[in-house]
């Protein structure tokens, strides 16, 4: 319920000031589990990434956001739970087999859910190589997967800034199902799910016309603050 209060608050405020576009709504089932895998290009795809669709979104989302303290802790466990977001320890290992399991078990409720392959917001706007997780998910569920790419979301509101830029129009390109029913039952298979996976990203550049670099966002994040570092 709560999910849908925010959404009714929110949507005439975002089409007001910002006047998102989308395209291939009609591409997202109406019914029964469906996995959205998305480009992550900024905080604001929070808002504008779900806002088209009649159905509630269900993102796995670090935990941080749900154990700050005071006020402002109150309010990021308010926005993200309001959002549809689930929180999930990321650290790897155990965790990361946990965070798999609360995806299926979403999308054995026959929810939609969402997920960011490249793991992290692209630090610079380019389409980052994406983690596997999400062709173990396609797999084990057989659930249909809906290439979701967020378009000028990076020029309204880049990593760090705090409030966006007006004056810039944010989109959503909803893809049509990819078919990996040719790989079901092979969901062990690490090239298989490199396979897949790669798919996903090929279809979501295809989609967003972003850049695409075959590393992990994360090791780029690391790679720039190293170079800023030196610079400096």
Same mark, same amino acid.
């Given at each position: 319920?709560?999910?849908?209060v ?7 405020i ?8 989308a395209e ?15 480009n992550?290009?900024s905080?604001?795809d929070?808002?504008?990434g779900?806002?088209f669709?009649?159905?509630k979104v269900?993102?796995l989302g670090?935990a ?12 990021s ?8 977001t689930?929180p999930?320890d990321r650290?790897g ?7 798999l399991r ?7 409720e026959?929810?939609v859910?969402?997920?960011?392959p490249? =793991?992290?917001?692209?630090?610079d706007?380019?389409?980052y190589k994406g /983690?596997?997780?999400v @062709? +173990?998910?396609a797999l084990? #569920? ?10 000028n979301?990076f020029?309204?509101m880049?990593?760090?800034?705090l409030?966006?830029r007006f004056g ?13 029913s040719?790989?079901y039952?092979?969901?062990?298979d690490r090239?298989v799910l490199?396979?897949v ?11 967003? =016309?972003q850049e ?5 966002a994360?090791?780029? /994040?690391?790679?720039m @603050? +190293?170079?800023a570092?030196? #610079?400096s």
């Open positions: 319920m709560f999910y849908w925010v959404k009714a608050i929110l949507w005439p975002l089409h007001f000031v910002f006047r998102p576009w291939g709504v009609e591409n997202v089932p109406k019914e029964g589990p469906v996995i959205l895998a998305g992550h290009l905080f604001a929070h808002f504008f779900a806002v669709l009649p159905r269900i993102s670090k941080e956001y749900f154990t700050g303290r005071g006020l402002k802790g109150l309010i466990r308010a926005f993200f739970s309001g959002v549809g689930v999930i650290s290992g155990k965790a990361s087999e946990a965070a609360t995806g299926l078990r979403v999308l054995g026959n929810q859910l969402g997920i960011y490249e =793991g992290t917001r692209s630090p706007g380019r389409l /983690k596997t997780g @062709a +173990r998910l084990e #569920s057989r659930a249909p997967v809906i290439p979701w790419a967020m378009v979301t020029e309204m880049p990593p760090g800034r409030f966006p810039i129009r944010p989109g959503v390109r909803y893809g049509k199902p990819l078919d990996f040719r790989y039952g092979m969901e062990g090239l490199r396979a996976t790669d798919e996903i990203m090929y279809a979501l550049m295809e989609l967003s =016309g695409y670099v075959d590393k992990y994360a090791s780029a /994040k690391v790679e @603050a +190293r170079a570092r030196k #610079s």
